[in-house]
């Protein structure tokens, strides 16, 4: 499946601040504010913790914080914390005739 | 608060059929403006998009699978099935079954199954 470019791996020291990238195109994430985010981990389902680019759901921290500029969405963690190692997804309605297309996946480790 | 889990056989032989059931409970297969879509992960990969069966039981299916994947809803036991033909050993994954806003929220998934490993043997 084609899929949005997140880089495959991010790290960072706890308190700082990191931003994970989800590459696009102008069938997707540049025409359409309908970028969702997801925390997954190991052995566990996704969870959702961003919608429609930056929309968080209830109950998720207002350390997680999403944005979009062109064909590249971002989600930013701020003030990371151990509980937040793990996979991140992003996912973009898109126009290409699957409707949905997810990203790569980006590894986040606190160090 | 919605519910949804998967069930079905763990292993399937090759050249033979999957097929899951993900039960519902705290919201409607068959009302409410959402559709129950199926996604996989194969281990160590990322996420695949499977397709979607809508409260009205309209179908879409990922281009790639359309072929060999149908979905269907049983509205009087709340659940939603896949059924996926010819497996092979690329159908290796974990399957889940998600919830979706309609039209454009069909990337948002707020409600998502544990998962359920599918190997496929030979």
């Known amino acids: 499946q084609s899929a949005l470019t997140q880089p495959a791996s991010v790290s960072g020291s706890p308190g700082q601040t990191i931003t994970i990238s989800c590459t696009g195109s102008?069938?997707?994430?540049?025409?359409?504010?309908?970028v969702s985010w997801y925390q997954q981990f190991p052995g566990k389902a996704p969870k959702l913790i961003i919608y429609?680019?930056?929309n968080r759901p209830s109950g998720i921290s207002n350390r997680f914080s999403g944005s979009k500029s062109g064909n590249t969405a971002s989600l930013t963690i701020s003030g990371i914390q151990a509980e937040d190692e793990a996979d991140y997804y992003c996912?973009?309605?898109?126009?290409?005739?699957?409707?949905?297309?997810f990203g790569t996946g980006t590894k986040v480790t606190v160090l | 608060q919605v519910r949804l889990q998967e069930s079905g056989p763990g292993l399937v032989k090759s050249s033979e059929t999957l097929s899951l059931t993900c039960s519902v409970s705290?919201?409607?297969?068959?009302?409410?403006?959402?559709?129950w879509i199926w996604i996989r992960q194969p281990p160590g990969k990322g996420l695949e998009w499977i397709g979607y069966?809508?409260?009205?039981?309209?179908?879409n299916y990922y281009p790639s699978l359309k072929s060999r994947v149908a979905m269907s809803a049983d509205r009087s036991k709340n659940q939603f099935s896949l059924r996926l033909t010819s497996v092979t050993a690329a159908d290796t994954a974990v399957y889940y079954c998600?919830?979706?806003?309609?039209?454009?929220?069909?990337?948002?998934?707020?409600?998502w199954g544990q998962g359920t490993l599918v190997t496929v043997s030979s």
């Open positions: 998600a919830r979706a806003g309609v039209g454009m929220r069909l990337s948002v998934l707020d409600s």
């Open positions: 705290g919201a409607s297969v068959s009302t409410g403006s959402y559709y």
């Open positions: 069966i809508s409260d009205s039981g309209a179908t």
């Open positions: 102008s069938r997707d994430v540049g025409v359409y504010n309908y």
């Open positions: 429609e680019v930056s």
């Open positions: 996912s973009s309605y898109t126009n290409s005739g699957t409707f949905v297309v």
